[in-house]
C-alpha cells in the first residue's frame, strides 16, 4: 500500500505530539497510585457486599455458599485498605476522604481494624451457613462500615 508523502508527515507529527503529551504527563505519583488501589479495592468490596446484603434484607434468597463465598473475599480485601491512605493522598483530588481523618488518624486506623476483625468474624460465622448468625455478622459489619463512612467519608 502506498501513502502520500503529507498523510505520512501528518501521521508522524500526530504520533509525535500524542507520544509528547503522554510523556509530559508522566508516570502516576506514589499518591496518585495508592488512591487508585484504594478505590479499586472498595470497589471490589462493595462488589461482594452487595449480594450478601441484598441476601440479608430478604431480598433475594440465601445462599449460604454465595454468601460464605463472598464473606471470605470481604474478609481477604479488608486488611489490604489501610495499605492506600498513604500520606501522599492527603491533598489530591478526587479523593472521597474528609481532611478530619488525617487529624484523627489514630481513631480511623482503629475503625479500620474493626473492619478487619468484624469482617473476619463475618467469613467465619457465613461458613457455618447459618442464616440468622451469617445476617447479624453481616449488619454488624456493615454498621463497623458505616461508623466510618459517617465520620470521615465526604459525600
Given amino acids: 500500500m502506498k501513502c502520500s508523502r503529507p498523510f505520512a508527515i501528518g501521521l508522524l507529527a500526530t504520533t509525535c505530539l500524542f507520544a509528547g503529551a503522554v510523556q509530559a504527563d508522566g508516570p502516576p505519583s506514589k499518591g496518585e497510585q495508592a488512591l487508585k488501589y484504594r478505590k ?5 468490596m462493595a462488589w461482594n457486599f452487595g449480594p450478601m446484603g441484598a441476601m440479608a434484607q430478604g431480598k433475594v434468597p440465601y445462599d449460604a455458599a454465595e454468601f460464605a463465598k463472598r464473606a471470605d473475599r470481604v474478609a481477604l480485601i479488608a486488611p ?3 495499605e492506600g491512605f498513604a500520606a ?3 491533598h489530591l483530588p478526587h479523593s472521597d476522604l474528609k481532611p478530619a481523618m488525617w487529624a484523627n488518624r489514630a481513631d480511623f486506623d482503629a475503625k479500620m481494624k474493626d473492619l478487619v476483625d468484624r469482617s473476619a468474624t463475618l467469613a467465619t460465622v457465613a461458613r457455618a451457613g447459618d442464616f440468622a448468625k451469617s445476617k447479624a455478622a453481616f449488619f454488624d459489619t456493615a454498621n463497623t462500615c458505616k461508623a466510618c463512612h459517617d465520620k ?4
Fill in 40 to 44: 479499586s479495592l472498595y470497589q471490589v
Fill in 152 to 155: 470521615y467519608r465526604a459525600d
Fill in 80 to 82: 489490604m485498605l489501610s
Fill in 88 to 90: 501522599e493522598t492527603r
